[in-house]
């Protein structure tokens, strides 16, 4: 193993996921034990942004994996901090809906997937940006977005609240017309949802665009612009079964950048988190630009 793969720094987000006894000291002194000649220290987040701080700082002290302990909001965050240091990142996944983890294979065991870390496999992964604000799983605009606001302002995580809130929000959610220029064409459209996929899912296994590649150079957009109840049902089975692009209820194109525009703020979401409000949306791909660890099944 590479010497910089032999150090390693967590990076803890205690409260994420529901299981606050979360004993990670005592996960990693049984799974990487001092026959696997690894080093590793502990490091966790005190406030929003502080992930980042964290990776960025880890990364020019010499470590060569860092990995973010909890959901795709500190997955964000510490691959936000790595970007450009030539450290790589894995994930420990300990959030509500850990798309990345599931898209790259690892697994949602704790021990399992702190097992990767022994013998690490690390590949370069495509990096998304909107309006330059990095995202590595899906970003999107409409209803998503909204929901995940309103998801943030719930008060509790967790499967349950999501679909409660969008159950709740779906009847009240009206689309935004939008102008969508990518791939030398322009397209209009009643936007009710734009969703940007550098991988394959949401999280929770909700696959919004099963045949994205995180290592291809495109994102893979999906477009639907209005949501009658016969077209959300639809949509609700293809997410869950994986079959969205057959099922006739969305648009798909892939491109590497994409820029958006609509009469008055639009709603936009990076990794599950609602990040904003802009008129004018840029988004473009990054490829390759972020080592992971992966599981032994990605490809």
Partial sequence: MPANLSRLCFIFNPISGTNRRFDLRGLLHRQLGKQYALSYEIRPT??????EEL???AAAEGFGIVVAVGGDGTVNEVGRGLLGTGAAM???????GNGLARHLGIPMDAAAAVSLLRRPRVLPIDVGRL????????????FDAHVSRCFAEAGTRGLATYVRVALREYGR???TPVTIELGGQQLQSDCYMLAFANAAQYGNNAYIAPLADIRDGLLDLCLIDHMPLSRAIRVAYGLAAGSLPSSGAVVYHT???VRVTA???LGFH???????????????LEPLALPVVVGTAFR
């Fill in 173 to 175: 959610y009206r689309p």
């Fill in 46 to 51: 005190e406030y929003a942004g502080h992930a």
């Fill in 131 to 142: 309006n330059g604000r990095p995202f590595f799983c899906t970003a999107g605009l409409g």
């Fill in 55 to 57: 990776a960025r700082t």
């Fill in 270 to 284: 990076l990794d599950g988190d609602f990040a904003g409000e802009a008129r004018e949306i840029q988004v473009e």
């Fill in 263 to 265: 009469p008055h703020p």
């Fill in 255 to 257: 491109a590497r950048t």
């Fill in 90 to 96: 894995a994930v420990l996944p300990r959030g509500s």
